[in-house]
């Protein structure tokens, strides 16, 4: 098995290409070893020196260090990858699906729906090439809450993706839309 890895905007995460399905839909992030216990996969990553979190993407996952040296928890990483897939058990544990919330007003429906489109079709598939996700969680008086997972999480340029990137693109075809907010 084969496994390639990818450099991402946050110098504290990596992306690894196990080239293979990972998940078949939705993306599962977990922030430590504690949440980890809904996924095999993120469990045994999770016992590497230095991992501080673990993102699952459909076919990428995506390890996030703390500020030790890549060249010392890398060759363990791919190793726990590695070991999981050769052993048949599950990414997930039953019932450990990704739910997203979200949180607006019945009357902004149609509002919300556009902007999940957009996020959908135009943001998520860019930012996955990053190894990261970012999901709609709300929207409330012109202010969308996003969930930023992955790579995106605690990334120095994640204020201006936001910011400048989608927040700009929101606005453009939503004309309600006066701000974006990470939850």
Not at 4 to 15: D, S
Not at 111 to 116: P, Y
Not at 124 to 153: Q, W
Request: charged share 25%; net charge negative; proline share 5%.
């Amino acid at each position: 098995m084969f496994i390639q890895t990818e450099e991402t905007p946050n110098p504290a995460t990596l992306k690894f290409l196990p080239g293979r399905i990972v998940l078949e839909e939705g993306t599962r992030d977990f922030r430590d070893s504690v949440d980890a216990y809904l996924s095999p996969l993120a469990s045994r990553i999770f016992e590497v020196e230095g991992v501080t979190g673990v993102f699952l993407g459909q076919d990428f996952v995506t390890v996030t260090k703390t500020d030790m040296d890549w060249a010392h928890i890398k060759p363990a990483v791919l190793g726990a990858i590695m070991e999981h897939f050769l052993s048949g058990a599950p990414v997930l544990n039953e019932g450990g699906a990704d739910l997203e919330g979200s949180d607006y007003d019945e009357a902004d429906a149609e509002t919300v729906s556009t902007i999940k489109e957009l996020i959908d079709t135009r943001v998520r598939p860019a930012v996955a090439n990053d190894g990261g996700d970012i999901t709609f969680h709300g929207y409330r008086e012109g202010v969308v809450f996003l969930h930023m997972k992955g790579a995106c999480s605690g990334c120095p340029s994640s204020t201006a993706t936001l910011k400048q990137g989608i927040e700009n693109l929101l606005r453009h075809f939503v004309p309600d839309v006066q701000e974006v907010r990470p939850v």
